[in-house]
């Protein structure tokens, strides 16, 4: 094994005992774990950049921009082939139109990106929450199979010793 996989194995292991001890402090001070989720999807934290880049890639990745920057491109055709005809702004093979799509795939593409990476490390934050919150309930469980486990014994106990006050009357 590497000493990189190493590391990260041990960088896991660290992170995982950090999220068992907040767990574990959130028991003990009987604090709900699901609040948590609500700090994940706050909005605010949000530059303005960043909400930019969120409302272009939900306009770029929709039937709307599709639908419409398709429509866009049959009337610049049919502008410069038939109205303008003789003289048009922009001949076949359409040159600047194909200079317009690239350029607007150029800025896009990278803004796109960065919304994509803001909403992964949202999922990532969502996912440690979802994470502790499974934790919580899986410890208080084993508190609960424990309690009765003790339960059981101790009432064990209290039917057998009935059991032998019966056997000696």
Same mark, same amino acid.
């Given at each position: 094994?590497?000493?990189?996989?190493?590391?990260?194995? $041990?960088?896991e292991?660290?992170?995982? /005992?950090?999220?068992?001890?907040?767990?574990?402090? &959130?028991?003990?001070?009987?604090?709900?774990?699901?609040?948590?989720?609500h700090?994940? #999807?706050?909005? *605010?934290?949000?530059?303005?950049? $960043?909400?930019?880049?969120? /409302?272009?890639?939900?306009?770029?990745?929709?039937?709307?921009?599709?639908?419409g920057?398709?429509?866009?491109? @049959?009337?610049?055709?049919?502008?410069? @082939?038939?109205?303008?005809? &003789? /003289?048009?702004?922009?001949?076949?093979?359409?040159?600047?139109?194909?200079?317009?799509?690239?350029?607007?795939?150029a800025? +896009?593409?990278?803004?796109?990106?960065?919304?994509?990476n803001? +909403?992964?490390?949202?999922?990532?934050?969502r996912?440690? &929450?979802?994470?502790? !919150?499974?934790? /919580?309930?899986?410890?208080? !469980?084993?508190?609960?199979?424990?309690?009765? *486990?003790?339960? +059981?014994?101790?009432?064990?106990?209290?039917? #057998?010793?009935?059991?032998? #006050?019966?056997?000696?009357?």
């Amino acid at each position: 094994m590497s000493i990189e996989i190493r590391k990260l194995l $041990q960088e896991e292991e660290v992170e995982a /005992k950090d999220l068992e001890c907040i767990v574990a402090k &959130s028991i003990e001070e009987d604090h709900i774990l699901s609040s948590k989720l609500h700090e994940v #999807e706050r909005e *605010d934290e949000a530059t303005f950049g $960043q909400r930019v880049s969120d /409302k272009v890639a939900d306009f770029g990745g929709s039937w709307t921009f599709i639908l419409g920057f398709g429509f866009f491109i @049959v009337v610049w055709i049919l502008i410069n @082939v038939l109205w303008l005809g &003789s /003289k048009p702004a922009d001949p076949y093979p359409f040159i600047l139109l194909n200079l317009m799509l690239s350029c607007l795939a150029a800025l +896009q593409a990278p803004i796109i990106m960065m919304s994509q990476n803001r +909403q992964e490390e949202k999922d990532r934050r969502r996912a440690r &929450s979802d994470f502790m !919150i499974n934790l /919580k309930a899986e410890m208080e !469980i084993r508190n609960l199979h424990d309690k009765l *486990d003790a339960f +059981q014994k101790t009432h064990h106990e209290l039917v #057998e010793r009935l059991i032998k #006050e019966k056997k000696l009357d």
